[in-house]
Every structure is written in structure tokens, then in C-alpha cells.
């Protein structure tokens, strides 16, 4: 199956610090990935849609100032959470779309990152 | 707006054992696809089972297989000769089929406990 990377799996910061994380489709192409949210024990929360080559769309609540999101290559959409708090905290996840054809339903999902903001 | 129900939060089986697994949608589109996906302790997010929403024929997978029921839009997956691996979160979800790069709707989860 296709194989989607996501970097880094966990990262601990300060608060007010800025915080990236990347997601690779490493053999398939992606004009469209998602970012989301998890919280222990409850289900992914969908925080915005990430289109290559031009703006996230952003679910409601969803602080797209706090939350940038970039998606520059059919290959890497990049989050970063800035000014994090520690109400930042959490499991953030993303997954990806084949392009074109190669898209048979299924969403391919990165292995997640754990964000600690202390 | 399309919704995807779990209604069990948790459940439990014994190795061996059979158990399923319950989720109801709802949308009014007829050209859709089901999933469930597992997330184990690793939260690594994998594809258990897929179904297309106009095939008529059950998906299965091995030890896994569902009861679509489209008129009634339910989606259960049932498990059969349950192993310890198989504890994990399951979730439900939808997608639209028309247009490309519709998002996936999720239920709520299911906690899976395999007892030995």
C-alpha cells in the first residue's frame, strides 16, 4: 500500500515557541492531505483539508492563524502550530489522497506526532 | 451533513471468540464508500475492511468481514476468532465517492479489550 511518513513523532517545546510538522507521501502523489486532531481515547477531529498549491481550508473553531498549514509539492504538507500552548498539546495526524486514478477510496495515514508543549 | 454513529464505546471478547462491531450513517448521497479503520496502542491508523457503496456483496477480509445494510445504512464489522492483536480502537467512516478529495467522516470509536 502506499506509505505516508510523518516527521517528527513526537516533539516536546516551550510555550510560545513554534512547532512544524511534516507529511510526505513517499511514493504516491497527494494534491490533497488532511490534518487532524486526537485526544485520548476519542476520535480523529478533522482540522482542515490541505490542497497543493493553494490555501487550507479550515473547519470551523479551527484557528487557521495558530494553525499554518502549507502544502507546496504534490508530495509534502507541512503544519505548524504556532505560539504553542500547552493546550496545544495533543496527537496531531495527517493523511493523504492518491491523485488522480491512483485514488481508490481509501486515505493513507502518516504514523502521527505527539506534540508536548510545556 | 453526512454523520457516522458507534454507539459502543467499548466492548469485549474472549480469544477466540466472535464479536461485532456496530456503526449507522447517514447521508443522502448513494454513491459512497464504508471503511473501518483500527488504531492500536501505536496509534498508527490501519485500514481493516473497505466497501464500495454500490457493490451489494459483503467485504471480507479474513477474520474480518460486514454487514452492509444500505437501505438501513448500517456497517457492522464483525471479527471472528478474535486474537489479542486485535485489541484496538475501531472506527467507522465515510466518504463520498463523487469529486475528488472528499474527506473521511469518523464515528466516535470503539475500544476493542481481547481477554485471554
Known amino acids: 500500500g502506499a506509505v505516508v511518513s510523518q516527521h517528527p513523532s513526537w516533539v516536546i517545546c516551550k510555550s510560545g515557541t513554534s512547532v512544524k510538522i511534516e507529511c510526505r507521501s513517499l511514493d504516491f502523489q497527494a494534491t490533497t492531505m488532511f490534518w487532524y486532531r486526537q485526544f485520548p481515547k476519542q476520535s480523529l477531529m478533522l482540522m482542515a483539508t490541505s490542497n497543493e498549491g493553494s490555501k487550507a481550508t479550515y473547519e470551523q473553531g479551527v484557528e487557521k492563524d495558530k494553525f499554518l498549514i502549507n502544502h507546496a509539492s504534490l508530495t509534502l504538507s507541512t503544519l505548524t502550530v504556532t505560539s504553542a500552548h500547552p493546550e496545544d498539546s495533543s496527537f496531531y495526524i495527517c493523511?493523504?489522497?492518491?491523485?488522480?486514478?491512483?485514488?481508490?477510496?481509501?486515505?493513507?495515514f502518516g504514523e502521527g506526532s505527539r506534540l508536548t508543549v510545556l | 451533513a453526512q454523520t457516522v454513529t458507534q454507539s459502543q464505546p467499548e466492548m469485549s471478547v474472549q480469544e477466540a471468540e466472535t464479536v461485532t462491531l456496530s456503526c449507522t450513517y447517514d447521508?443522502?448521497?448513494?454513491?459512497?464508500?464504508l471503511f473501518w479503520y483500527k488504531q492500536p496502542p501505536s496509534r498508527q491508523m490501519i485500514l481493516v475492511i473497505r466497501?464500495?457503496?454500490?457493490?451489494?456483496q459483503n467485504a471480507t477480509e479474513n477474520r474480518f468481514s460486514v454487514n452492509f445494510q444500505k437501505a438501513a445504512k448500517s456497517f457492522s464489522l464483525k471479527i471472528s476468532d478474535s486474537q489479542l492483536g486485535d485489541a484496538a480502537m475501531y472506527f467507522c467512516a465515510y466518504r463520498r465517492r463523487v469529486e475528488y478529495g472528499n474527506k473521511l467522516v469518523f464515528g466516535a470509536g470503539t475500544i476493542l479489550r481481547v481477554k485471554s
Open positions: 447521508t443522502s448521497e448513494s454513491d459512497y464508500y
Open positions: 466497501q464500495e457503496a454500490y457493490k451489494q
Open positions: 493523511s493523504a489522497i492518491p491523485s488522480g486514478s491512483r485514488d481508490t477510496g481509501e486515505l493513507f
